[in-house]
């Protein structure tokens, strides 16, 4: 839609506007079109002026310039600013040329002799239409040059007399140039680009924005002493785990400091610009490969529609919520008990969302009587239920709670929404339910037993999506991590074998909701995690990418698991079976659900227990009620 917009014909209001508002642009390209069309008539009569020809120009001009003006304008050639004319610009231009060209000639080979001295010579036509585009786009290219050389000085105003710092870009792709683009073209960037980095042996020795392709990753080393290379720029759009984490071995061996450019989705949705170069990060060695969605489903799941998200503030549920407003949802209802964080990520979407409708609700998914107010004010289309205790030690030392908040609040926002006649219910589940060592691993998979029994009590279809670890979020390991080196070590790490899988947020996310339009029913849908990442290496690597050495500037201790801790977390439990969907990395655990009065029993026994505070007795009864689990009691 916005390329559409971009090159469409402007009303006469607007060409009016831009008349009053750009006088010197418009001298500028007017005395171009005259310049032009005098060139023109000066070389087809080689200089050679005579009376009558001389008479002919001075008729023609006005017509002429008159009508290479008008094409302009109505090719939107205006729209544009000056200083940022690129290469996308240009079709505007040669549209503009050729319809000035066209209705030149019909009005050569159209009119009668009795018009003599308004037919123009073929050859000046030919010639004066080349000239005067190349004249009116030369003065753009020329108003962004001295643009971009005012930035330049600028720039080295303020860095004082500062000297800039010498850099490689690995990567001469798309990204790539974008970035070499932005980074000549920008001042206060304090960084001089001595070439590119490329593995492409045909792009070896070629020239890209008049910044040479230097040689491959295998030359680095060589290079950045050459160079004297300050440090190095990743500058590859979606480059693989096993890509950066070459690169970064490569650049600590030398050693260099390696550098990184956000990914090229990022860039061409406006999230960010290509400049925010920035430090390799954990996130973006254990990345991997973009989630490809089928987005017509998703948008058919939730455009138009009244969405709640509950735990809106958390990690999970704040990124749900990102994701939701990209399809055009009617009402996105923000359901969160922290104040702050609610607000937050309510300012956040109002900001790069400002025409979403946006409701944000503070609310306590306990309190039944709040959540059914709001399901009947609403009437959400859909509920994506990210609220939840999921903290493992803590829930230790606090049963009752994890059972009151995972399991209970569950059920009771389960039978509300059947009640309100959602259409989907989409639980955001764990791989801690499988095989639970801990009371938060049990009652999210108690609660996934719980929206089973829900299915087929009312129309709204009711699924569980379990997924492992997420980078980033709230109380995981990359963080605390972080404020440990930061602070100088140790970093500390509960046992040398323990493994996690682990995937970004966005991608959790992003498949969460995947799921969520293609179930019917009853799911459990498994996301495909990867591979488990072994916990020692990630902090041998977050000590690295932040300029410090294992053992020798920041010590690593283990401080051994902790209760309800397990060395390495599964994907599915005894008696699930995996079956594929129609997307790859999502599946379908087959689970044998409980019976109805079975869970109602239990439901009873587990509120019972964790309201009157009896911790011993609720781990034995969650070891007897889910045979697989192991909670120490």
Same mark, same amino acid.
């Given at each position: ?14 060409? +009016? ?9 418009? $001298? ?20 050679? !002026? ?50 000035? %060209? ?72 798309? /990204? ?93 949705? $406006?999230?960010?610009? &290509? ?11 254990? %990345? ?23 735990? /809106? %503030? ?38 790069? +969302? ?13 309190? /039944? ?32 709670? /994890?059972?009151?908040?995972?399991? !209970? ?16 219910? &989409? ?42 670890? #997420? ?21 500390? #790490? ?18 969460? =909701? ?49 209760? $309800? ?29 409980? $019976? ?9 026994? =587990? ?23 192991? !909670?120490?009691?």
């Amino acid at each position: 839609m916005t390329e559409k917009r971009r090159y469409s014909t402007p009303r006469l209001s607007v060409i +009016w506007r831009r008349l009053l508002n750009r006088p010197v642009q418009f $001298g500028l390209d007017i005395a171009a079109l005259v310049a032009a069309f005098s060139m023109a008539y000066a070389l087809r009569f080689e200089f050679q !002026l005579g009376e009558m020809i001389r008479h002919g120009w001075l008729v023609q001009t006005p017509l002429v310039v008159l009508l290479e003006f008008a094409a302009l304008l109505m090719a939107g050639v205006y729209s544009f600013i000056w200083r940022y004319i690129g290469l996308a610009e240009l079709t505007a231009f040669l549209r503009a040329a050729f319809w000035s %060209g066209l209705a030149l000639l019909v009005l050569r080979l159209g009119l009668p002799d009795a018009y003599q001295q308004w037919r123009i010579p073929l050859s000046v036509i030919l010639i004066d239409t080349a000239f005067a585009f190349v004249a009116v786009l030369g003065l753009r290219v020329l108003r962004r040059a001295l643009y971009e050389h005012y930035e330049r000085g600028l720039s080295q105003d303020r860095r004082g007399g500062r000297p800039l710092k010498p850099v490689l870009l690995v990567g001469a792709g798309r /990204a790539g140039v974008l970035a070499a683009r932005e980074i000549s073209g920008r001042g206060g960037m304090d960084l001089d680009i001595r070439g590119f980095v490329d593995d492409d042996e045909h792009k070896i020795g070629t020239v890209i924005l008049g910044f040479k392709v230097l040689g491959g990753t295998r030359d680095l080393p060589r290079l950045v002493r050459e160079h004297s290379v300050d440090h190095v720029v990743i500058t590859i759009a979606r480059a693989s785990r096993q890509d950066l984490r070459r690169i970064v071995d490569i650049c600590e061996g030398i050693p260099v400091k390696a550098r990184i450019i956000p990914g090229l989705f990022e860039i061409l949705s $406006g999230s960010v610009e &290509v400049s925010r170069i920035r430090d390799v990060e954990i996130e973006d060695l254990l %990345g991997r490969e973009a989630v490809q969605l089928d987005e017509d489903v998703i948008r058919g799941f939730l455009a138009g529609k009244t969405v709640m998200v509950t735990g /809106a %503030g958390g990690s999970i549920g704040s990124e749900l919520a990102r994701q939701v407003v990209r399809f055009e949802v009617g009402t996105l209802l923000l359901v969160e008990r922290a104040e702050f964080a609610l607000f937050a990520i309510d300012r956040e979407l109002r900001e790069r +969302w400002p025409t979403a409708r946006i409701v944000a609700c503070v609310a306590d998914i306990c309190d /039944a009587g709040r959540m059914r107010a709001l399901l009947v004010e609403h009437r959400p289309g859909v509920v994506l239920h990210a609220a939840a205790h999921k903290h493992v030690p803590l829930m230790e030392s606090n049963p009752g709670e /994890a059972v009151k908040n995972n399991i !209970l609040a569950t059920r009771t926002l389960g039978e509300l929404s059947g009640e309100a006649g959602v259409e989907a219910f &989409v639980q955001i589940s764990t791989d801690k339910a499988v095989r639970p060592a801990s009371l938060m691993g049990a009652s999210k998979r108690v609660a996934e037993l719980v929206l089973q029994d829900l299915e087929g009590v009312s129309r709204t279809r009711f699924v569980s999506v379990r997924f492992g670890n #997420v980078l980033g979020s709230a109380g995981s390991v990359v963080p605390i991590f972080r404020e440990q080196i930061l602070a100088g070590g140790p970093v500390t #790490v509960t046992h040398p074998d323990m493994v996690r899988y682990f995937m970004t947020i966005p991608e959790a996310t992003q498949l969460v =909701l995947q799921a969520g339009a293609m179930g019917e029913g009853g799911e459990i849908f498994i996301l495909d995690m990867g591979e488990p990442v072994r916990i020692l290496d990630m902090a041998k690597d977050m000590i690295g990418l932040m300029g410090r050495k294992p053992y020798e500037d920041i010590d690593i201790v283990f401080t051994g698991t902790r209760p $309800g801790e397990k060395l390495f977390e599964e994907l599915q439990t005894v008696g699930e079976h995996i079956a594929k969907t129609r997307h790859p990395k999502i599946f379908i655990g087959r689970v044998s659900s409980y $019976g109805r009065e079975q869970i109602q029993a239990g439901l009873t026994r =587990l509120r019972e227990l964790a309201v009157d505070g009896k911790e011993a007795e609720l781990r034995r009864f969650l070891n007897e009620f889910l045979p697989e689990a192991r !909670l120490s009691e």
